[in-house]
């Protein structure tokens, strides 16, 4: 079935340094991937709309100069956290839908998530 | 602004058991999706239900769909240990593509 890797799956960093998390599809194209973010026992928030080759679509509230989204290719999207601070300590999750498939019950594939952790 | 409630937020019960989670939503939805979580875990699909009526089951779990009431349920049959986790409904809004609202999620224990 579809396979949605994120990189890395934990990362502990002091504040201040910009952080890169990479979400691949690594066997179907995603035109679109999705990043949320979930703070513990909460539910999950979408931060963001990733499309490729375009720029991001962000939600409400999402500073898009503090969350950099790139989406160059059809099988990556990065998020970058620059001047990571304690409170973006979270858990980041991104998601994608196979563009190939033209099933409307296609349910959207979830990577591992990546804990972040900034001292 | 689409709002999407899940009832109960935490759930105990014994295994050999039967309970229903629910999930309300505000706005019209063409796709709503149901999510298992594990701790320190993303997300598992289980279900996807895409019409007024709608049923799927899956071993001790059964969900459903009533469009016109704005309401999903999670149904579970004889409760076993293996399934505690924290389960999440998520809903697609009619056009908007593919962006996905989640519930506030129910935490199940199931005890022995």
């Known amino acids: 079935g579809a396979v949605v890797s994120q990189h890395p799956s934990w990362v502990i960093c002091k504040s201040g340094t910009s952080v890169k998390i990479e979400c691949r599809s690594l066997d179907f194209q995603a035109t679109t991937m999705f990043w949320y973010r979930q703070f513990p026992k909460q539910s999950l928030m979408l931060m963001a709309t990733s499309n490729e080759g375009s720029k991001a679509t962000y939600e409400q509230g999402v500073e898009k100069d503090k969350f950099l989204i790139n989406h160059a290719s059809l099988t990556l999207s990065t998020l970058t956290v620059t001047s990571a601070h304690p409170e973006d300590s979270s858990f980041y999750i991104c998601?994608?839908?196979?563009?190939?498939?033209?099933?409307?019950?296609?349910?959207?594939?979830f990577g591992d998530g990546t804990r972040l952790s900034i001292l | 602004e689409l709002k999407v409630e899940q009832n109960p937020l935490f759930l105990s019960m014994q295994e050999g058991k039967n309970y229903t989670i629910y999930c309300n939503y505000s706005?019209?939805?063409?796709?709503l999706y149901w999510y298992r979580q594990d701790p320190g875990k993303s997300l598992e699909s289980l279900f996807v239900l895409l019409s007024n009526g709608a049923v799927k089951q899956e071993g001790r779990l059964m969900a459903s769909l009533d469009t016109k009431a704005r309401l999903s349920t999670l149904h579970i049959t004889a409760a076993v240990h293996d399934l505690s986790a924290t389960y999440f409904c998520?809903?697609?809004?009619?056009?908007?593509?593919?962006?996905?609202?989640f519930g506030t999620g129910t935490r199940l224990q199931v005890t022995l």
């Open positions: 998601s994608a839908r196979d563009g190939g498939q033209f099933r409307v019950d296609q349910p959207q594939h």
């Open positions: 706005t019209t939805s063409d796709r």
């Open positions: 998520a809903v697609k809004m009619t056009g908007t593509a593919s962006k996905l609202t």
